[in-house]
């Protein structure tokens, strides 16, 4: 029986990443720098080719999906998008010390939930929901490898509920235009939803594996 395989890939940098601000449901596209980063990429790694890509609905999640994989269907899926931050969206650590809102929340095991930021355990529930919802697509159309393009918070989240090995969320954390080739045996898989995480992506020897 055939396995599954899945490319697993964080979007490419923003002005907002390289700022150091808060950016979940903010829209907001690939700064020059990002694109010229994945292109790098592009030109010294190899990328492995999917038949299709799922890809958050957020526009810099579509621009590197678009640039790593240029041929490939896009399909989009609402639950591969950021966290909400709420007003903290669009601001810096920085800007934001001394915020007595922002403070409470950020203390660690801290309860408080300030308006408009997505609680930690439902951010958690989605992902874990978003990833197997799309593997689940796979089964039902035979798609064998798919590309999948979203966000660090979602990336480490999922991989947190579902990647063997085990590791909390922030140990899942990969620089932008990089990610994780994922397997999912199905005899397995549909037992207990478990993937194995098998390599790092780009591949660095420049072949696919």
Known sequence: MKTYKIYLIRHGFTRANLE????????ISLCEEGESALYSLLEQYSYPTPELVYVSPLVRARQTASIIWPECEQILVEDLREASFGRFEGRSFAELKGDEEFEKWVVPDSN????????????FERCSSA?????????????????VVSHAGV?????????????????????????????AD??????????????????EDGEQR
């Open 131 to 147: 990833l197997q919802s799309l593997i689940a697509d796979m089964m039902r159309k035979s798609v064998f490898e798919a590309g």
């Open 20 to 27: 150091g601000r808060y950016c979940g449901l903010s829209d």
């Open 112 to 123: 408080y939930l300030p308006e408009g930021v997505e609680a930690q355990e439902d951010f």
């Open 186 to 203: 199905p005899t397995l898989y549909l037992r207990e939803p478990v993937l194995e995480v098998v390599d790092y992506l780009p591949f």
């Open 155 to 183: 990336i480490g989240n999922a991989l947190s509920a579902l990647a063997f090995p085990k590791k909390p969320p922030y140990d899942w954390q990969c620089e932008p235009g990089c990610g994780f080739k994922l397997i």
